[in-house]
C-alpha cells in the first residue's frame, strides 16, 4: 500500500504570494501522481495530472511537477479565489491513496 | 462534458443496506474504469472501489471487503455501490469519478448511518 504524505498541513499566505505544497510517496510511483482542488461544499476539481500535464480550463497560475516519490504543486502569484483544500492521489497501483490534505487559507 | 449524478444516499441504521447509483454522461462510459471515493464529515479523501471497463476486475479498499460491491451496466451508462452491514464509520459522501488516471467527480451523496 502507498501512502501520500503531504506537507504542509496548513498555510495562511497572501494573495500575490507563491505557494508550494510537497507530497511524497512512501514508494516509487513515476508520474502517476494528480493534484485536486476542493472548496467547501464542492467535490473536488482536477488541477495537474501525471505530475506536471496542465489541464484545460485550470489557470496557468497552478503547475506541478516531481517524479517517482518527490510532488510538487506550485500556485504563482496567489488570487483570492484559491482558498480551498489541495489533496495529491496516485493512481500508480492499488489500492489507489490520496494525501492527508492541504488547507489554504487566504490572509 | 462529462456529467456524473449520484443518487440513492440517506440516513440507514447500523447494520442495514443501501445501494449507490451514478448516471454517467458526456462520455463513452464502457470505455473507463469508474471508481467511488467517500469523504467523512470534515475529514479527507478516502477511495473505496474501481471497476474495470468491461466489470472483469474490482479493487476495494480493505475496510469494505465483504460489505461493499461494486458493479457497472454498461448499457445503462451506470455505476453502481452496493453497502451491506453498514457501519457508523461509513458516513461519508461518497463520490462517483471517471477514472482515466486523473478523477473527473460527480457532486456526491451522503450516506449517514446512524440509530
Redesign the interface.
Known amino acids: 500500500e502507498i501512502v501520500l504524505t503531504q506537507s504542509p498541513e496548513f498555510q495562511s499566505v497572501t494573495p500575490k504570494e507563491k505557494v508550494t505544497i510537497t507530497c511524497r510517496a512512501s514508494q516509487s510511483i513515476g508520474s ?1 501522481l ?1 493534484w ?1 482542488q ?1 472548496k467547501p461544499d464542492q ?4 488541477l495537474i ?2 505530475a506536471s500535464q496542465s ?1 484545460s480550463g485550470v489557470p496557468s497560475r497552478f503547475s506541478g511537477s516531481g517524479s517517482g516519490t518527490d510532488f510538487t504543486l506550485t500556485i504563482n502569484s496567489l488570487e483570492a479565489e484559491d482558498a480551498a483544500t489541495y ?1 495529491c ?1 496516485q ?1 500508480s497501483s ?8 492541504t488547507k489554504l487559507e487566504i490572509k | 462534458e462529462v456529467k456524473l449524478v449520484e443518487s440513492g444516499g440517506g440516513l440507514v441504521q447500523p447494520g442495514g443496506s443501501l445501494r449507490l447509483s451514478c448516471a454517467a454522461s458526456g462520455f463513452t462510459f464502457s470505455s473507463y474504469w469508474m471508481t467511488w471515493v467517500r469523504q467523512a464529515p470534515g475529514k479527507g479523501l478516502e477511495w473505496v472501489a474501481n471497476i474495470k471497463e468491461d466489470g472483469s476486475k474490482k479493487y476495494y479498499v480493505d475496510s469494505v471487503k465483504g460489505r461493499f460491491t461494486i458493479s457497472r451496466d454498461n448499457a445503462k451508462n451506470s455505476l453502481y455501490l452496493q453497502m451491506n452491514s453498514l457501519r457508523a464509520e461509513d458516513t461519508a459522501v461518497y463520490y462517483c469519478a471517471r477514472d482515466s488516471g486523473s478523477l473527473d467527480w460527480g457532486q456526491g451523496t451522503l450516506v449517514t448511518v446512524s440509530s
Not at chain 1, 467535490?43 to 482536477?46: C, D, I, L, W, Y
Not at chain 1, 492499488?94 to 490534505?101: D, E, K, V
Open positions: 502517476s494528480h485536486y476542493q467535490s473536488p476539481k482536477v495530472k501525471y489541464i489533496y492521489h493512481s492499488f489500492p489507489y491513496s490520496f494525501g492527508q490534505g
